[in-house]
């Protein structure tokens, strides 16, 4: 059973950085599982921010930027802001057609 | 405008069966695959199964598998999800999402846009 991980909550000062991770319980997160990041705010549908690791969806603000850090991918928020106080997801690619999200991950802007 | 309504949730018995829609509209629904997500009350997005833009090709989470079957109807722009022998663990929101391209070419896990969702209860 393939685990994807998130940190569970994080909390964030406006205007500070942060920066979430998306990894595997038993492998190194590379561009090669593909991972993309949503936000979702409660009783919202999903919003699609990064996909392909690192390319911003359109009208997606660029205090947001993924990448891989170590071995993990990773959604970093530059110069945080009250409205960015939402939920989390990644998704990884496990091939064959399958994808994985997340547990999520809860952010607190304060 | 892209648009993806889902419909078809409701109150359901364990046991029982349910067949959620998605209507689509402002994109050529045949060149697309679909995907199907849920989330529980307070939890997570899980990924459940995908579509091929001409129906023959579907991939199905080990979670649902034997359980539920992904179709589409490109004449009519919908896609379905026909859940069978439901669980009070099913109960969810089910969104379905388009599969997004570059170029005509599929980018693996980028889903949008996304429905607003549609409410499936089991319980007796």
């Known amino acids: 059973q393939t685990v994807v991980t998130q940190e569970p909550s994080f909390s964030v000062s406006p205007g500070g950085t942060v920066t979430l991770t998306c990894g595997l319980s038993?492998?190194?997160?590379?561009?090669?599982?593909?991972p993309c990041w949503y936000q979702q705010t409660p009783g919202q549908a999903p919003r699609t921010l990064i996909y392909n690791t690192n390319t911003r969806s359109s009208g997606v603000p660029d205090r947001f930027s993924g990448s891989i850090l170590g071995n993990k991918a990773a959604l970093t928020i530059t110069g945080a802001q009250a409205d960015d106080e939402s939920d989390y997801y990644c998704v990884l690619y496990m091939g064959s057609g399958i994808s994985v999200f997340g547990g999520g991950t809860k952010l607190t802007v304060l | 405008e892209v648009q993806l309504v889902e419909s078809g949730g409701g109150l359901v018995q364990p046991g029982g069966s349910l067949r959620l829609s998605c209507a689509a509209s402002g994109f050529t629904f045949s060149s697309y695959w679909m995907h199907w997500v849920r989330q529980a009350p307070g939890k997570g997005l899980v990924w459940l199964s995908r579509i091929s833009s001409d129906g023959s090709s579907t991939t199905y989470a080990d979670s649902v598998k034997g359980r539920v079957t992904i179709s589409r109807d490109n004449a009519k722009n919908t896609l379905y999800l026909q859940m069978n022998s439901l669980r009070a663990e099913d109960t969810a929101i089910y969104y379905c999402?388009?599969?997004?391209?570059?170029?005509?070419?599929?980018?693996?896990?980028?889903?949008?846009?996304w429905g607003q969702g549609t409410l499936v209860t089991v319980s007796s």
């Open positions: 999402a388009r599969g997004s391209t570059i170029f005509g070419v599929v980018v693996p896990n980028w889903f949008d846009p």
């Open positions: 038993s492998a190194s997160v590379s561009s090669s599982y593909y």
